[in-house]
């Protein structure tokens, strides 16, 4: 079945130590993103990318960067520069022309201990 | 930049009975969509109903309706016959339009929290 996959589903991360979160689609869709949710802020766009080797940044980029080498891969990796990364992350995905296709993934839940 | 306001932190509403989230939005744009989701505990995100802007008609999924109000940038979502599943957060988005290519990004409203009561 076709769909998003986000692992792992939990992750904790010792301060100061940097970790990537994965996100792989097999839905052959163009554009993937990564929101942030946190308790009462709703979602925030972090990062997108249209197409491979091209991403910009959204509205929280600092102390976060991703890498688009493969169009079915989306990596975040949570720098040592994030002052706080505690939180849950969504990846995305939709196939070109077509707003509001979006596909999400399970998400992560990352705590700093 | 948009921004996408949902001013109810939480509702509740009776199994059965109907209930409103209410969803306003800033925008200068005249073509752009609308989105409601919603996130059960599950936390998986599940599009509920979605709205283009040049339609004048309001859009309608089985249970879940919605209140498009374009002058008053307003736009709320209706759920009648309210069942024990339909208890999730609910997120309001919108999409610019973007007749260039893949890019569309939803920009979300903070939620409500709906409790459906038995």
Redesign the interface.
Known sequence: DGGITQSPKYLFRKEGQNVTLSCEQNLNHDAMYWYRQDPGQGLRLIYYSQIVNDFQKGDIAEGYSVSREKKESFPLTVTSAQKNPTAFYLCASNPRYTPGGYTFGSGTRLTVV | AQT?TQSQ?EMSVQEAETVTLSCTYDTSESDY?L?WYKQPP????I?VI?QEAYKQQNATENRFSVNFQKAAKSFSLKISDSQLGDAAMY?CAY?E??SG???????????TLLTVNP
């Open positions: 996408v932190p969509y989105f599950s936390r998986q995100m599009l979605r997120f999409m339009e973007n290519g893949s890019n569309y990004k939803l920009t979300f409203g903070k939620g």
